[in-house]
């Protein structure tokens, strides 16, 4: 299998943005502008409390959604939490250990594992964000981090379940939050080659080939042709220009036109 074989994958993290009245507007200005592609995926990532109405409301077609976080236990009394058992049927995919995750809210990697294993367990697929800040950078350790973060988030599943997460490749320093440096293309080709590699030796070739890989830090219209043309990247994962239209939709033509080339 190759990239070709690969679906392509576009998600719009809108992170604590747009309350419920307007993710409808948004998502009623995204139907009119974007059509369905058939080797296109696109995902949407609104928050938790808008999940259920925006469910209701799309062309599923055309739409998946996501969650952007939820909790690993499946009930409990766990006071303020969603699970992913509670979003079963709701979401196709679940957004683990985002940097803003693992930053603020102190995620370790060991809440980062039992997520990923949540997800899968209830049959929703994780995308699991990995990335190095601007220190592991400029110490010369974005390999390690890449490798541990990786390593230790899939360590609970089966090959074959393997096949079933995305794998983000978001450097820290380069996501809109935290500085947004735009990533060189090859820079990005280089992490994101090192990444199915791991995943390659420690589950085998198919789950390597399967395995979707995005890249996620600062994507808009403008530079997501730049990022999908890499042999290794097979979507992206857009953060601010999600929630402008003209901007998302721009990347979804700029994957339509790449998938064509
Ligand atoms: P950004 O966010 O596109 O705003 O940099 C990406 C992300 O946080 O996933």
């Given at each position: 299998m190759n990239k070709q074989s690969r679906k392509t994958l576009i998600v719009?993290?809108?992170?604590?943005?747009?309350?419920?009245?307007?993710?409808?507007?948004?998502?009623?200005?995204?139907?009119?502008?974007?059509?369905?592609?058939?080797?296109?995926?696109?995902?949407?990532?609104?928050?938790?409390l808008a999940l259920q109405p925006v469910s209701l409301q799309i062309d599923r077609r055309r739409f998946r959604l996501a969650s952007q976080n939820a909790n690993a236990k499946d009930e409990g009394a766990l006071t303020g939490e969603v699970s992913f058992a509670m979003l079963r049927g709701i979401v196709h995919y679940g957004i683990v250990g985002h940097s803003e995750r693992r930053i603020y809210f102190n995620e370790s990697l060991e809440d980062v594992r039992d997520k990923v294993a949540a997800s899968i367990r209830n049959g929703i697929m994780p995308i699991l964000c990995v990335g190095e800040n601007s220190e592991d950078r400029s110490n010369g350790e974005t390999r390690q981090v890449l490798h541990d973060q990786v390593i230790s988030a899939l360590s609970n599943l089966t090959a074959e379940e393997v096949t079933h997460v995305v794998i983000a490749y978001e450097p820290v320093w380069a996501i809109s939050t935290f500085g947004g440096e735009l990533a060189k293309p090859d820079d990005v080709q280089d992490c994101m080659k090192f990444i199915r590699n791991q995943v390659k030796e420690l589950y085998g070739e198919r789950a390597a080939e399967d395995i979707r890989i995005l890249y996620g830090g600062s994507v808009d219209d403008h530079l997501a042709g730049g990022y999908l043309a890499l042999d290794d990247c097979d979507g992206v994962l857009v953060g601010s220009a999600s929630l402008n239209y003209h901007k998302f939709s721009g990347i979804v033509e700029a994957a339509y036109r790449n998938n064509r080339k």
């Open positions: 719009g993290n809108w992170k604590e943005h747009e309350n419920v009245s307007q993710a409808s507007t948004l998502v009623a200005r995204l139907h009119k502008l974007i059509a369905g592609h058939r080797d296109i995926e696109i995902v949407l990532a609104p928050n938790m």
